[in-house]
């Protein structure tokens, strides 16, 4: 499983990954505006646990990520 936490800014998002069966961590900076972002949310083939910042409306990013379709939101 990976487990990513996300950083929203308006021109890029900084996420965290871990992924769980191997031990390694990554950290990236993703473009918005490039289609960064939204590549690498479509390469995930794992399952994926997303964390976010408190922060305002999120539809964009849901809409951007494949996976979010399949995703069940957790408290």
Known sequence: MLII???FHTRY????????DTGELFERRLQHENGEANTFCRSLAKPVRVG?????????????CSWSAQATPQP
Do not use: K, N, V, Y
């Open 13 to 20: 998002q900084q996420i965290a990954m871990l992924d769980t």
């Open 52 to 64: 976010i910042e408190a922060t305002g409306p999120i539809h964009w990013f849901e809409r951007g």
């Open 5 to 7: 936490g996300c950083d």
